[in-house]
């Protein structure tokens, strides 16, 4: 019986940078979008550690917590804040303006939910419709 190879953690956080490369000037992402769009569900902090490394020319800047706050404290806080005012990203009190801003990896997944969602809302109405004008009569 063989093992299933585990994937090294380089390869790993090479995905992960990949990914966050991805994000365009003006949008953000979340750790756990990083994670999730890289292949790897759950591993948010290892994305924080992946950036821990990263070196220059990748946008960590870019990436923030759930909900859209900053995460890294004092001057590092502060600078990520600058940068991402400096690209057009508007804040709404302390956190990223998620509904403006988010970047999406899946755009077509998300528009064929958002057209089943309006579908079930029409027939919603139809039948609602229906039921209203039955009652009605004598």
């Known amino acids: 019986m063989t093992k299933a190879a585990k994937p090294s953690p380089c390869n790993m956080f090479k995905d992960m940078l990949r990914t966050i490369a991805r994000v365009p000037r003006g949008r953000v992402s ?22 821990h490394g990263c070196g220059a020319g990748v946008p960590w800047q870019r990436i923030v917590g759930a ?21 057009g990203v508007a804040f709404l009190g302390m956190r990223v303006n998620m509904a403006s801003h988010r970047h999406n990896f899946f755009p ?5 939910k958002k057209a089943a969602k309006k579908r079930v809302k029409l027939a919603g109405k139809k039948s609602s419709a229906k039921k209203k004008s039955r009652s009605r009569r004598p």
Do not use: N
Not at 67 to 87: A, N, Y
Not at 108 to 112: L, N, R, V
């Open 108 to 112: 077509e997944k998300s528009a064929a």
């Open 30 to 51: 979340t750790y756990g979008d990083i994670a999730f769009a890289a292949g790897y569900p759950g591993a948010a902090r290892q994305v924080a550690w992946a950036l």
């Open 67 to 87: 909900g859209g706050s900053v995460l890294l404290t004092g001057e590092h806080g502060f600078e990520q804040r600058l940068r991402l005012q400096s690209e």
